[in-house]
């Protein structure tokens, strides 16, 4: 699958991978300053941003995008960063081509499975009836029920759009994420080892990665380092500022094997 992306700056290229729900429109601000020093992509993953739909969604098929992404852009050695799912596709990637990057930098998901069955987000976004919404505040109202944190909701309603028609549909392909949310909650998908630098960035605020992940982690990425934030789970958007500090500190630090 072609999958959207936006490219910004020269140099050496970083691929950054939102996670579920998201889309590269949320990663802008870092990915401007990332381009002072590097060539970015940010891509939009199956299903989400303006990225095709498709029925078939799980991390081999997300691994086998990125494969492609990377073999049609000609990337050699990409640094890859990844969020939540994306930081989980991006393990996966790092487990099945070792060989097609060079660093790995994992934003507050652990290698491990997650309970996701009854995720409260997909009821929130399946609550609210588009073909009766007359505007973007009444979808957050409606949301609001299910998402008190008002920067979460803005957040997931930049996948609201307007249609030709003048209503509303999502960009995301709702339907499937609600059917395949099983496959986004599963453990690696690969055994094995990364034998190369990764960066592990956590939010202290949330329970995503655990202390009692660090071993696994390290057994799985030997070369790994991981950096706690004083945030929850969006690490990136609560302190974009130091989030990019901390990864550019360490990419300076971190020569590829």
Excluded: C
Excluded at 158 to 180: C, H, M, Y
Excluded at 241 to 247: C, D, G, H, N, R
Aim: hydrophobic share 40%; aromatic share 10%; proline share 6%.
């Amino acid at each position: 699958m072609k999958l959207f992306f936006r490219e910004y700056g020269n140099g050496k290229p970083l691929i950054i991978l939102h996670g579920l729900f998201g889309s590269s429109d949320n990663w802008l601000p870092q990915a401007k300053i990332f381009s002072d020093q590097y060539k970015v992509y940010v891509v939009d993953l199956r299903n989400h941003g303006q990225s095709p739909h498709s029925d078939a969604f799980d991390y081999p098929v997300m691994v086998a995008d990125l494969v492609e992404f990377v073999q049609e852009h000609q990337l050699n050695d990409p640094i890859i960063l990844g969020h939540s799912m994306g930081g989980k596709a991006a393990m996966n990637f790092a487990l099945s081509h070792p060989d097609k990057l060079s660093r790995l930098i994992v934003v507050d998901i652990a290698p491990r499975a997650y309970d996701l069955e009854h995720y409260v987000i997909v009821d929130g976004l399946k609550s609210i009836p588009l073909s009766q919404l007359s505007s973007r505040n009444d979808a957050d109202v409606i949301l609001s029920k299910f998402v008190p944190e008002p920067g979460v909701r803005q957040f997931l309603l930049k996948n609201l759009q307007r249609t030709a028609e003048g209503g509303f549909s999502w960009k995301i392909n709702l339907p499937v994420l609600d059917q395949k949310l099983g496959n986004v909650g599963v453990d690696l998908q690969v055994s094995g080892v990364f034998d190369k630098p990764a960066l592990f960035i956590r939010g202290s605020q949330s329970s995503y990665i655990r202390d009692e992940d660090r071993k696994k982690i390290k057994d799985i990425f030997p070369k790994s380092s991981l950096v706690s934030m004083d945030t929850g789970h969006w690490v990136q958007a609560e302190k974009p500022q130091e989030f990019v500090e901390v990864v550019m500190q360490w990419l300076t630090t971190q020569s590829p094997s």
